[in-house]
């Protein structure tokens, strides 16, 4: 028997593995394939580590503690020589204050080339400073009422401008931005043996690497020396924010940064799978701290509590224990063996987000994500539009006319099957799964 056929024959047998292990168990076993995805992702980021000689790699909160988790299992299981995992307690908004530049120098570019549509609480949320809201309120003679309404440009509304001319919030700013610059700085030496890394390899999720740009423009802000490189390596990456020499950013799984990687429409058609599912066991971070233990990160309150314990960990349980099974299987059969690996990840994702079955999409609509930062509020997933067979006729029609793009939502599939027809969501799935 010749060599190309055993290794056939050996594809062949993996490819079977992997299909057997992804069948779905239970009406909570969701999405089944995410795990496989996950382990293309994580052979991708230990090939990467291993390139840069990295011997550590920061997990960024939240969505990094199970992808340190599965990272850790998969180096165990495989036997691969050990890179070290810390998980950093992070958020947009904890990083986004320490970041900063004194006052006469910020422009906030950070948080106004996402959000813009904010209001004053909103603003000021987002910098962590929302417990000075009543007496900063007073100082501008703002009502509760005024702080909460959102404006249309609020960089250049007239509220912010007397915010950032106010000599309460001047000093408050700076005291708290050089406070917390210093307690993170400290955290960070803390969690990293005492001294601050040259070169920092940082994974989450995705989808911009704001978190990164933050500690970029934190270590820049705060004149750390030598100046530190950063290198993120994402699931998936659709902008480059403000990616540099110094502050590099890779989409292992998915990129349409400098041209869409292969399939890139497969992997991006719902993102927010990934956010959801990948939830931590606590709160986002709200800022940092030093008191008598030392620099310390402070945890907000954790709103998606009972909806995590209740609906995600018992979907993320399966998808741990079926990311064992496959690591098994890889150590047993390495993917040199699987020679449409690549191929074969993007056909059963495709599954997932194309053909989901009727459990899928009510689970799906039954959960929800926190937004932290920029707009603080709660996105459902449930179709709101009417479904009548007008509105369904008129969706389609609008459909095909390219007007609905921005209606789409978190799950563009999901959105058409709701609002549409079965065989135009068929269609739909069929032009977006034949995409490059």
């Not at 690591?327 to 053909?355: G, I, K, N, Q, W």
Request: proline share 4%; with cysteine.
């Amino acid at each position: 028997m010749s060599k190309a056929t055993i290794a056939a024959l050996n594809s062949s047998s993996v490819s079977l593995d992997f299909e057997r292990i992804l069948q779905a168990k239970s009406d909570d076993d969701v999405f089944p394939e995410l795990s496989l995805s996950l382990l293309s992702f994580m052979k991708s980021l230990y090939e990467e580590l291993r390139c840069a000689g990295a011997t550590s790699v920061y997990f960024l909160a939240r969505e990094g503690q199970p992808l340190m988790e599965m990272f850790n299992l998969y180096q165990s299981i495989l036997g691969l020589k050990p890179i070290e995992s810390k998980y950093l307690l992070v958020s947009r908004r904890s990083t986004l204050l320490p970041s900063l530049a004194p006052l006469g120098e910020e422009t906030f570019d950070t948080l106004f080339r996402q959000y813009i549509h904010i209001s004053a609480s909103e603003f000021l949320s987002s910098l962590g400073l929302e417990k000075s809201l009543p007496s900063l309120g007073n100082e501008l003679g703002l009502s509760p009422e005024d702080l909460n309404i959102r404006i249309t440009d609020f960089p250049s509304s007239t509220i912010f401008r007397r915010m950032i001319a106010s000599p309460a919030f001047q000093k408050l700013y700076e005291e708290e931005r050089r406070h917390r610059q210093a307690a993170f700085l400290s955290y960070l030496r803390a969690l990293s043996g005492g001294a601050l890394p040259e070169h920092i390899l940082v994974v989450d999720v995705g989808w911009k690497g704001t978190i990164q740009d933050n500690l970029a423009n934190l270590f820049r802000n705060s004149d750390v020396k030598p100046q530190i490189k950063l290198t993120g390596m994402y699931v998936g990456l659709v902008a480059e924010g403000s990616a540099s020499a110094w502050n590099i950013k890779k989409g292992l799984l998915f990129s349409s940064v400098d041209g869409k990687s292969k399939k890139f429409g497969i992997f991006n058609e719902n993102r927010a799978v990934f956010e959801v599912v990948l939830a931590a066991d606590h709160g986002s971070v709200a800022s940092y701290q030093i008191n008598e233990d030392g620099a310390q990160p402070v945890i907000g309150e954790f709103e998606e509590e009972l909806l995590v314990r209740d609906k995600i960990m018992p979907v993320q349980r399966h998808m741990v224990r079926r990311f064992e099974e496959l690591c098994h299987v890889l150590r047993e059969r390495p993917t040199s063996e699987l020679h449409y690996f690549d191929a074969l990840v993007a056909r059963m994702h495709a599954r997932m987000v194309f053909r989901p079955r009727q459990a899928e999409l009510q689970w799906f609509s039954s959960v929800f994500h926190v937004e932290n930062f920029g707009v603080f509020e709660r996105s459902t997933f449930i179709s709101k539009r009417e479904r009548s067979l007008i509105s369904r006729l008129t969706f389609v029609v609008r459909l095909f006319n390219g007007k609905v793009k921005g209606e789409l939502g978190f799950w563009p599939y999901k959105t058409v099957h709701d609002n549409s027809f079965r065989f135009v969501a068929r269609l739909y799935a069929l032009a977006r799964g034949l995409q490059k």
